[in-house]
């Protein structure tokens, strides 16, 4: 059984104990190691609704990846950091719509810090040092699609993670091979 590599000593032991080929009595779904792999197919490629849902967060880190480079072409380093704290307002607004959470006022004073700070700093121009061309607009827009891409795949994803009890391993799995295809 894949769970048992985690485990302690102790519980290794108590693994030696079991009959050959057999898993834990209670709680593992799986009964022999050769019958893995036909459950990682039955539960990955057989369930394409599950594999799709996380092939959304996949696509929009693909696409956020791609506006990353955008960005740090057009935008000074100061500046490319000052909008990627943008991310905490975005991921804080959509978890409050995606998932129904509460913010104390404190932590809405927090992020209305943040925008502040976010907004005083795009009054300030820096040249860049490398001397390339630039457009700053482009940059901003760039980075800030980054922070909104990125900060809906964190919520999306631990919006899947929490309405479903498929095992960490198995979404992990998913996860990567949706990974890979995009």
Not at 57 to 73: H, K, R, T
Request: charged share 20%; proline share 3%.
């Amino acid at each position: 059984c894949t769970r048992w590599g985690s485990l302690g000593a102790g519980a290794r032991r108590a693994r030696r104990e079991w009959p050959a080929g057999g898993c834990r009595p209670s709680g593992c779904s799986c009964a022999r190691k050769d019958e893995l792999p036909a459950e990682l197919r039955e539960k990955t490629w057989d369930r394409p609704l599950d594999t799709l849902k996380l092939s959304i967060p996949s696509g929009c880190y693909a696409i956020g990846n791609n506006m990353q480079f955008v960005a740090a072409q057009n935008l000074s380093a100061v500046m490319l950091h000052i909008l990627e704290r943008s991310k905490v307002l975005c991921t804080a607004c959509l978890g409050v719509v995606i998932m129904k959470k509460a913010l104390r006022p404190n932590q809405w004073l927090a992020l209305v810090l943040i925008v502040v700070g976010v907004i005083l700093s795009q009054n300030h121009t820096e040249a860049r040092l490398d001397g390339m061309q630039s457009n700053t607009m482009l940059g901003s827009v760039a980075a800030l699609i980054v922070s909104l891409v990125s900060s809906f795949s964190g919520v999306y994803l631990e919006l899947v993670i929490k309405s479903n009890q498929t095992s960490l391993a198995l979404r992990n799995v998913r996860f990567s091979a949706c990974s890979l295809l995009t």
